[in-house]
């Protein structure tokens, strides 16, 4: 089961449910999850309510049930449903009305590896302003994670990458997708020589999302 304790980003969220970020700020202006506000405490002793989405363990099985069942449902339809969903929260199924039964146990497991994935992403990165700047890492490594993150995205393979860091698994992959995901890096990203890398190879691939007609584009694997 979710944390119920524990607040979650949006991008965190995302990280969890399997959705984009922008999916996540669309689920919750249309109040299909609504955000909940996190005390701070100010240097001077007093708490104010700070404006920043949160969300709840709730929320993101909610989230998993609506990337499912998308916007085929209406408000008041999807809205029966989460309330059903809240009352029986142990049930592996939830009747939302005559035509529709939603596999609630399913997501609820989704959500649960999701979240347990993040833990031990959070577990395995650290920042330390003597390595790298402060500049995200593999605790015990210099091996930059938004780096790794990045070069999966552009289409680096598994084995490509665990040649040139004999130091991480593929599981050790996985988890930077997930961290970089649940923390998306603000401002312009940085290039691969100021994270500490430097170019071993390229290669032409193309991915699903890339436009046909040869319009591929250039992967990069590099070494520290």
Do not use: C
């Not at 040139?164 to 691969?192: D, F």
């Not at 430097?198 to 999302?209: C, E, L, N, Y």
């Amino acid at each position: 089961m979710p944390d119920t304790a524990r607040l979650y980003t949006p991008a965190e969220a995302g990280a969890v449910s399997g959705l984009k970020l922008k999916a996540v700020h669309n689920a919750i202006d249309k109040h299909i999850v609504e955000p909940v506000a996190r005390a701070r405490v100010t240097p001077v002793g007093k708490v104010n309510r700070v404006a920043p989405r949160f969300l709840t363990g709730e929320d993101l099985v909610r989230l998993r049930v609506w990337r499912g069942v998308g916007d085929t449902l209406s408000a008041e339809r999807r809205q029966r449903l989460f309330v059903a969903i809240a009352a029986k929260p142990k049930a592996k199924t939830v009747k939302a009305d005559e035509l529709l039964i939603v596999d609630v146990g399913e997501a609820r497991k989704q959500v649960d590896r999701g979240v347990r994935d993040l833990e031990a992403a959070e577990a395995v990165v650290g920042k330390d302003k003597a390595t790298l700047g402060g500049e995200p890492v593999f605790k015990g490594t210099r091996i930059p994670v938004y780096g790794i993150a990045a070069m999966l995205e552009a289409g680096a393979t598994a084995e490509e990458l665990l040649s040139g860091y004999p130091k991480l698994t593929e599981r050790l992959l996985e988890l930077a997708r997930i961290w970089a995901a649940a923390h998306p890096r603000r401002g312009r990203p940085k290039s691969l020589s100021d994270l500490g890398l430097t170019m071993k190879s390229t290669r032409r691939v193309t991915r699903k999302s890339d436009p046909p007609a040869g319009r591929s584009k250039p992967t990069t694997s590099a070494v520290g």
